[in-house]
């Protein structure tokens, strides 16, 4: 393991040395890669780092406002409400990769104008190691602004946590009290809950979807999984107070991990397993059935897109 | 310091069996499969896992540099491709847990593991003929050759992944190995 404290004095000086009097941009997912880069960044140059969030209207419930109260002690802090933007792009997209080029394009499209803006010359990124190897395997794209180099002309790319494996990249957010990204928000993928919802992504399975996450992370708490979350996955019929529906299927997923490279499913207790079902159909019309993923991986993987 | 240096066939667990080796103190690196054999200045190597028998690069070549290697998942087959063995798919993918059984005790690479060892998988394909002078070293229901070994040249092969968070003593095969380097 790395020597956290060694690590951060000598990545803030690294970070320090490389952009020098110069401005930096860093676009924050509020996972714990990019918070981190960002806290390292923003120790070594301050609000000459601009660090923006882009809302895409695919967030889970309350990520935007957590991420305001995260990194308020960021002046510099940008949020983008972009989410009409987003969801305009992904009409009548069906196909994953399609759905991930989409959103990709999307990223891009509004970092390149807060980049102009911010007259930054650095792009300051969350890499880790993993990341630099993996995108090779073609499992699944990687969704970051791996493109934006490609519209912007940047003096230099600085990647501090390249080195880094996420529970590293943990201990390292522990260290510079992040605490909460840590210990509150579990991973979650760039591409948001379009990778949550099957086929095509409309404000109608969003809401299902952002739901049912919502309470399948507070339901499975206790039980410390890695991630945890709800998908929806296809229709199926259901009778609810006497009446048919034909009302959207919910895959519940949640899995213990080290590293995210292999997962087991978890033995969630029966008990636990009902009051989600219970809580997703309760609290949502539209939803005829509650499925538990039972699926290690391999050979699933954990996100279902 | 022991250096190994782990030769990617463009699996997913690469950089975990990097890591594995960073972990228990060795010099290690992740060098591209079609690197000149001239150029691999190590006391041994791994040959990671990867989806394809048509990219494994240079990797034959490797096994006569006379070094300590150690064959994971695909790493393993090519062992068996390129010696006088054979790969065939398997009758049952393997997928996640697999109970292993070590079927020699004296292995200096699982033999410590024995009798019975919790491991993580992920192959279509598996070892179905022995190269020459190779043992035969672990089984498990799903696939009969879990392992093999041929000591008296140092070469090594696992089906499974020692590199991952969930199989149960993955440290203790790399530390096995490590041993066979020094």
Same mark, same amino acid.
């Given at each position: ?49 601009? !660090?923006?969030?882009?809302?895409? =209207? ?11 109260? #995260? ?20 009409? +009548?997209?069906? %196909? ?50 791996? +493109? ?8 230099? /790319?600085?990647? !501090?946590?390249? %080195? ?22 579990? !991973?979650?993928?760039?591409?948001? &809950? ?39 996955? =296809? ?11 034909? +009302? ?58 | ?9 463009? *699996? ?19 060098? %591209?499969?079609? #690197? ?17 028998? %048509?990219? /494994?690069?240079?990797? =034959? ?7 300590? /290697?150690?064959?994971?998942?695909? =790493?393993?087959?090519?062992?068996? #491709? ?26 200096? &690479?699982?033999?410590? &593991? ?18 020459? *002078? ?16 041929? !000591? ?31």
């Amino acid at each position: 393991m790395v020597d956290v404290d060694e690590f951060i004095t000598e990545a803030t000086a690294e970070i320090e040395s490389e952009i020098g009097e110069e401005n930096a941009i860093i676009a924050l997912s509020g996972g714990v890669d990019s918070s981190v880069a960002a806290a390292l960044a923003y120790r070594a140059i301050g609000d000459r780092l601009t !660090p923006v969030y882009v809302d895409t =209207g695919l967030m889970r419930k309350g990520e935007t406002e957590a991420i305001r109260e #995260t990194f308020d002690f960021m002046d510099s802090l940008r949020v983008v409400d972009a989410q009409d933007r987003f969801l305009d792009a992904l009409e +009548g997209v069906t %196909d994953p990769e399609e759905k991930r080029h989409a959103i990709g394009e999307g990223f891009i499209r509004e970092f390149e104008r807060e980049a102009r803006e911010a007259d930054a010359d650095y792009l300051v990124q969350g890499t880790i190691y993993p990341d630099r190897i993996e995108s090779e395997g073609n499992i699944k794209s990687h969704h970051n602004v791996g +493109g934006l180099p490609e519209v912007i002309d940047f003096e230099g /790319i600085v990647e !501090p946590v390249r %080195d880094l494996y996420k529970d590293e990249v943990r201990e390292v957010a522990r260290a510079l009290d992040l605490e909460e990204v840590v210990s509150e928000r579990m !991973p979650f993928p760039g591409p948001g &809950l379009a990778v949550r919802i099957l086929g095509e992504v409309t404000e109608e399975k969003l809401t299902v979807a952002r739901e049912a996450c919502h309470i399948v992370e507070e339901e499975v708490a206790d039980h410390d999984p890695w991630q945890a979350f709800a998908a929806v996955i =296809g229709k199926a019929t259901g009778v609810k107070g006497d009446n048919r529906v034909h +009302g959207w299927v919910v895959a519940v997923r949640s899995v213990e991990s080290r590293d995210g490279m292999t997962a087991r499913a978890q033995d969630l207790p029966w008990e636990t397993l009902q009051r989600i079902q219970s809580r997703i159909t309760g609290e949502n019309d539209d939803v005829a059935r509650v499925v538990y993923d039972v699926t290690h991986k391999p050979p699933a993987t954990i996100e279902y897109e | 310091m022991t250096r190994i240096l782990v030769v990617d066939n463009h *699996g997913q667990f690469t950089h975990l069996e990097r890591r594995a080796l960073r972990d228990a103190g060795v010099d290690t690196e992740i060098v %591209d499969n079609d #690197t000149p054999p001239g150029d691999l200045d190590a006391d041994g190597l791994v040959l990671s896992g990867g989806p394809d028998m %048509d990219r /494994i690069g240079r990797c =034959g070549e490797y096994l006569d540099l006379d070094v300590p /290697i150690l064959g994971i998942c695909l =790493g393993m087959q090519i062992m068996a #491709t390129e010696l006088d063995g054979s790969v065939g798919s398997g009758e049952y993918g393997g997928y996640a847990d697999v109970d292993v059984r070590i079927v020699d005790e004296g292995d200096p &690479l699982i033999g410590s &593991l024995a009798p019975e060892t919790r491991v993580w998988a992920s192959h279509a394909d598996e070892v179905t003929a022995l190269p020459t *002078g190779f043992t035969h070293t672990a089984t498990s229901d799903v696939c009969e050759i879990e392992a093999m070994s041929a !000591p008296d040249r140092d070469l090594y092969g696992v089906q499974w992944h020692p590199e991952v968070a969930h199989t149960a003593e993955g440290d203790e095969v790399f530390a096995n190995f490590i041993a066979r380097c020094e």
